[in-house]
């Protein structure tokens, strides 16, 4: 007698119970998702959304017709870990604005400057799996 999607489902049922549902970034089904402020931006947000998804971040994008704010609101309750709002200056300055789930603004960086922190982050993970299962 086996029950190998019974022990998966509990294992799953643990995690998501470990994590009160905040996944950490390596872990995380939606790493970031990209949100635009008007539909003007609408083109710069695809852009970022494909350049993350070529380095490998799940990304997800949001060009619904709401207010930035209800975007924020409902992506924080998903307990999405990166938030990445796109403006005006944004797309002028070629930058992207950086929330975490927990509420602390990162600013604004370049995409690239983006994405290595994210890598960087997700490796740390990685170097400490590494460590664990050398011992």
């Not at 190998?4 to 950490?24: A, D, H, K, V």
């Not at 994008?61 to 200056?89: A, C, H, S, W």
């Amino acid at each position: 007698h086996r029950a190998l999607l019974g022990s998966l489902e509990r294992f799953t049922g643990i995690m998501i119970e470990n994590y009160s549902g905040e996944f950490p970034l390596w872990l995380a089904p939606v790493q970031a998702v990209v949100m635009n402020i008007t539909d003007a931006q609408a083109d710069y947000a695809r852009e970022v959304q494909k350049a993350m998804n070529a380095q490998g971040i799940r990304t997800e994008i949001d060009l619904r017709n709401e207010k930035i704010g209800y975007k924020i609101r409902t992506q924080t309750l998903d307990k999405v870990p990166y938030m990445i709002v796109i403006g005006d200056r944004e797309v002028e300055n070629r930058e992207v604005a950086v929330r975490k789930r927990d509420g602390s603004n990162l600013g604004t960086m370049s995409v690239d400057a983006l994405v290595n922190r994210l890598s960087e982050e997700v490796a740390e993970r990685r170097a400490i799996g590494e460590e664990i299962s050398d011992n």
